[in-house]
């Protein structure tokens, strides 16, 4: 589980390895989900055929599960893997923090 604010967002990277640890490609992109996306949002990029990175972007104070999942099957096969984590976000002051503006012009007559 991972903790963050209102105000953060947390880095992840994500591959799929085979038997031996070494990173393999799949069939396509993998997919990033959350259970809640009022709470947290999933972004992610490719860096190359067998490795992506990406953000859980937090929203509004909850929970969440992200999901990430891909086809480790690069044939016509499926071969489904899904990676989870759950979040916890919470509630940053900054996120409620307003500051006030009162811009004066200048002196003028009265009609």
């Known amino acids: 589980m991972a903790d963050m604010t209102t105000e953060q967002r947390i880095p992840f990277t994500f591959e799929v390895d085979d038997f031996h640890g ?3 490609a799949i069939d396509g ?3 990033g ?3 809640d996306e009022t709470v947290a949002t999933v972004s992610i990029e490719k860096v190359d055929d067998a490795h992506w ?3 859980i972007n937090a929203m509004l104070a909850g929970r969440a599960r992200i999901t990430v999942s891909a086809d480790a099957d690069t044939g016509s096969d499926v ?3 899904i990676a989870t ?3 916890v976000v919470r509630e940053d002051p900054r996120t409620a923090q307003r500051v006030v503006n009162l811009v004066l012009g200048p002196a003028e007559d009265r009609p």
């Open 22 to 24: 070494k990173a393999v």
């Open 29 to 31: 992109d993998p997919v």
């Open 33 to 35: 989900t959350s259970s």
């Open 53 to 55: 990175k990406g953000f």
């Open 79 to 81: 071969n489904t893997v």
């Open 85 to 87: 984590a759950d979040v």
